[in-house]
Structures are given as structure tokens and as C-alpha cells.
Nanobody, 119 residues
């Protein structure tokens, strides 16, 4: 089992910044990839960004590339999502997820943290 706990959400004005954190615990060695997803009211969950535990690459959705930065601290088993130039359309519940090695989809999820961007 891998446990994931997100933090750092909140209310911010458009153009502002927030940094989300995702602390992983448990059998983290069983995971090879960490990701951030989000779900806005009435919409499907969408992929935001991803980073392998090797930290040798990063992946972004087109809607956030250039504004969001994903990073990780292996010593703390923590993944971060720095969000700059926030827009009202970034408002959503943000979830951290971990993919188990050998699997295609993300198998572990955090409880989510609300991000609200006011115009």
C-alpha cells in the first residue's frame, strides 16, 4: 500500500501562485511514477502533470505547461506542484496519484485538495 496526503490548496486570485505538496508513505518503492490530476465540478478528472521517482523527466498537460512545475524530493518522499499564473479555469480538486511498477494506470490516490482561483 502507498498512502498519499496532499496539502497546500486554497483560495487565490487570478494571476497568483500556489504550491501543492503530496507526501507519500508506505511501500513507495513499489511505485515508479507520481502524478497530479484535477477534477472541476461537473467535469471529468483530467491529467495535469507527472514525474518518475528517478526525476529524470517531467510531463505536463498542454493546458498547464509553462505555468505549472512538478518536482520531487526523494529524501522526503514528497512531490510538489508549483502553480503560477493561475486562472479561474484552474479551479478544481487536485489529486496526487502513484503508479505501481508494471501497471498502466495509477493505483493509489490521495484525498484531494481544493484549489479555487477567483477572477
Amino acid at each position: 500500500q502507498v498512502q498519499l496526503v496532499e496539502s497546500g490548496g486554497g483560495l487565490v486570485q487570478a494571476g497568483g501562485s500556489l504550491r501543492l505538496s503530496c507526501a507519500a508513505s508506505g511501500r513507495t518503492f513499489s511505485s515508479d511514477l507520481m502524478g497530479w490530476f484535477r477534477q472541476a465540478p461537473g467535469k471529468e478528472r483530467e491529467y495535469v502533470a507527472g514525474i518518475p521517482w528517478s526525476r529524470d523527466s517531467t510531463y505536463y498537460a498542454a493546458s498547464v505547461e509553462g505555468r505549472f512545475t512538478i518536482s520531487g524530493d526523494n529524501a522526503k518522499s514528497t512531490v510538489y506542484l508549483q502553480m503560477n499564473s493561475l486562472k479561474p479555469e484552474d479551479t478544481a480538486v487536485y489529486y496526487c496519484a502513484a503508479r505501481v511498477k508494471g501497471q498502466v494506470s495509477y493505483g493509489y490516490w490521495g484525498q484531494g485538495t481544493q484549489v479555487t482561483v477567483s477572477s
